[in-house]
């Protein structure tokens, strides 16, 4: 029971010092106090975390407070997002970590939710009624969580403005894809000096050639995943498809390898890569990389890769691997910091809300990177089953 309280004081002092990085963002008392007890909420044992089982852990005798913080008080939670991102880079900041752009999903009912809609959640694996958001993760060997965020809004939103501004979206906010959320995402972290090596993304952002080109012209190495039917500049063709480029593939030029461990143990398959657009520059250079199952050797995945030149293929391995740390961050944020458990419909308000959980994610992934560098945990930094968390026994 003491080396329980005693991590549950841990956690409550460490969220303390996060919530300290963004107080000043707030003009008043009740929303700083508001802020924390919302925090101290979503990291609490709580079945559901809505605005009335949060009050009531906070010692409240309604919401509220609490709804009031997320919806009506004035703040801007970019800003406290960055000074949160500065505590990460702070504890965790590597010149090798890696960025990780992804999207997911979150189920909703009704059509009053700032960008529902009908539309595929990577989450459910379906169509479903749901919000979308794309963000990005910043993972390093000591631990990953999640730097930034934005709200997709489909073309049903952004074409009319009158049901935008009833959920808080300004007329200057237009449509976006996906993949200029993430371009966005990116460029901020490069203008502000986060420190990173690499920037990695699934088919749905990585089959984009000009961001990929955007990416290279800014000398910013990356291995995006791509589709079978994307195309490469050669020495024979200046469209080669990628999925050409192994068939009859000498044997030993295929090596097997893990790309980190999973859920069900190590990720083991059979990588190879081809070099193409040879002529580009001495010291960097352009790869295709083939990943395919072991298992099931007609499964083959595809990469691209702009990197040193002298970079081997272990190391783009691990950075192509390194695009599961999100999906990792997306579960624990969801399983242990109520990333998912909201009940804010405005724009203004979602991005509070996934700031706020991304606040208490970055609190308990440095505590467990600090356990990490002790000894004392012998889980991964994000494993949900770490000390760190109060939640472990839950």
């Not at 809609?117 to 990005?136: D, I, K, M, W």
């Not at 952002?205 to 195309?231: I, P």
């Amino acid at each position: 029971m003491g080396g329980d309280l005693a991590g549950v004081r841990l956690w409550a002092r460490e969220l303390d010092a996060v919530h300290e990085r963004f107080v000043h963002r707030f003009s008043r008392s009740e929303p700083r106090e508001s802020a924390l007890a919302y925090m101290r909420g979503l990291i609490a044992p709580l079945q559901r975390k809505n605005g009335w089982t949060v009050a009531e852990q906070a010692g409240h005798d309604g919401p509220d407070r609490i709804q009031r913080m997320l919806n009506r008080i004035e703040w801007d939670a970019d800003e406290a997002l960055d000074d949160v991102r500065d505590y990460v880079i702070e504890n965790l900041g590597d010149r090798e970590a890696v960025l990780i752009v992804d999207d997911t999903g979150f189920l909703k009912k009704g059509t009053r939710s700032a960008g529902v809609q009908r539309q595929y959640s990577g989450t459910a694996g379906r169509t479903e009624n749901c919000q979308v958001g794309v963000f990005l993760g910043y993972a390093t060997d000591r631990g990953r969580t999640l730097i930034d965020r934005r709200l997709y809004l489909p073309t049903s939103w952004t074409d009319d403005r009158e049901r935008c501004r009833r959920a808080g979206i300004s007329d200057e906010v237009a449509f976006e894809t996906k993949v200029a959320m993430a371009k966005a995402m990116v460029r901020k972290a490069i203008a502000d000096k986060i420190p990173f090596g690499w920037v990695t993304a699934d088919a749905a952002y990585g089959f984009s050639k000009g961001w990929r080109f955007e990416l290279e012209q800014a000398d910013v190495f990356h291995v995006m995943a791509t589709t079978r039917h994307d195309t490469v500049v050669t020495r024979w063709a200046l469209d080669h498809p990628v999925h050409d480029l192994f068939t009859g593939l000498a044997r030993q030029k295929w090596k097997r390898r893990s790309c980190g461990a999973g859920a069900h143990g190590q990720r083991v398959y059979d990588w190879a890569r081809v070099e193409v657009r040879p002529w580009h520059r001495e010291d960097r250079r352009h790869w295709v990389i083939a990943r395919r199952s072991v298992h099931r050797p007609d499964e083959i995945s595809y990469h691209i890769a702009y990197c040193p030149a002298g970079t081997t293929l272990d190391q783009l391995i691990r950075v192509a691997g390194s695009r599961w740390a999100i999906e990792e961050c997306f579960q624990t944020a969801k399983q242990e910091c109520g990333l998912d458990d909201y009940q804010v419909r405005r724009y203004p308000g979602w991005h509070r809300h996934m700031t706020l959980a991304m606040a208490a994610h970055a609190c308990l992934t440095v505590l467990r990177a600090r356990e990490l560098d002790t000894g004392k945990a012998e889980t991964d930094p994000l494993s949900s089953s770490t000390s760190a968390s109060p939640r472990s026994d839950a």
